[in-house]
T-cell receptor, first 115, second 119 residues
Framework: EAGVTQFPSHSVIEKGQTVTLRCDPI?????LYWYRRVMGKEIKFLLH????????ESGMPNNRFLAERTGGTYSTLKVQPAELEDSGVYFC?????????????FGNGTRLTVT | AQTVTQSQPEMSVQEAETVTLSCTYD???????LFWYKQPPSRQMILVIR??????QNATENRFSVNFQKAAKSFSLKISDSQLGDAAMYFC????????????????FGQGTILTVHP
């Protein structure tokens, strides 16, 4: 089966610009998560979708971040306007609903650099 | 809130030798899972091993085993017979079981340990 895929793998933008990250979960996985790792620090939870609904967005840092999952398939995470502190690696993960022991499947991540 | 601490930013090991990666955590909960994830360079993060807090027996997966000390809130990973393919960033992670079924993917991670394997 195809794994979780993320696009782009790298993105370099200037402060104030907008960037949209995309995540395609494994087919059939209704749970979709976004995580972020800022340089040298731990990976932090951003938010959780169940299908198209936001289940938990307690980790979203501020209103410059907007996540969507229209149709319950792929998800996008838009940063607008980007700030220097937004630089880091953004991970997406998916899992099956109703399987509490279903492991998370992670994507390769998108490395975002804001200059 | 729970916290996870990995005090070793980097570790190295000779091929075929054994290495132990440390992880401590802080929680007031009694029911939780602990995980070790591995992220090879430029590749996806994958699950290495997991431990349910209610189980006293330490989890093992082939060459990987854990030393789970619940009272001490310690969860170390031992890699035996290290191989070149074990070189990666290793993350320790915590998941609450008390938050209910909606939070099974909400993990708290440590800072990571970079493992280098020397031939």
């Amino acid at each position: 089966e195809a794994g979780v895929t993320q696009f782009p793998s790298h993105s370099v933008i200037e402060k104030g610009q907008t960037v949209t990250l995309r995540c395609d979960p494994i087919s059939g996985h209704d749970n979709l998560y976004w995580y972020r790792r800022v340089m040298g620090k731990e990976i932090k939870f951003l938010l959780h979708f169940v299908k198209e609904s936001k289940q938990d967005e307690s980790g979203m840092p501020n209103n410059r971040f907007l996540a969507e999952r229209t149709g319950g398939t792929y998800s996008t995470l838009k940063v607008q306007p980007a700030e220097l502190e937004d630089s880091g690696v953004y991970f997406c993960a998916s899992s099956q609903v109703g399987h509490n022991n279903s492991p998370l499947h992670f994507g390769n991540g998108t490395r975002l650099t804001v200059t | 809130a729970q916290t996870v601490t990995q005090s070793q930013p980097e570790m190295s090991v000779q091929e075929a030798e054994t290495v132990t990666l440390s992880c401590t955590y802080d929680t007031s909960e009694s029911d939780y899972y602990l995980f070790w994830y591995k992220q090879p360079p430029s590749r996806q993060m994958i699950l290495v091993i997991r431990q349910e807090a209610y189980k006293q027996q330490n989890a093992t997966e082939n060459r990987f085993s854990v030393n789970f000390q619940k009272a001490a809130k310690s969860f170390s990973l031992k890699i035996s017979d290290s191989q070149l393919g074990d070189a990666a960033m290793y993350f320790c992670a915590y998941r609450s079981e008390e938050a209910g079924g909606t939070s099974y993917g909400k993990l708290t991670f440590g800072q990571g340990t970079i493992l280098t394997v020397h031939p």
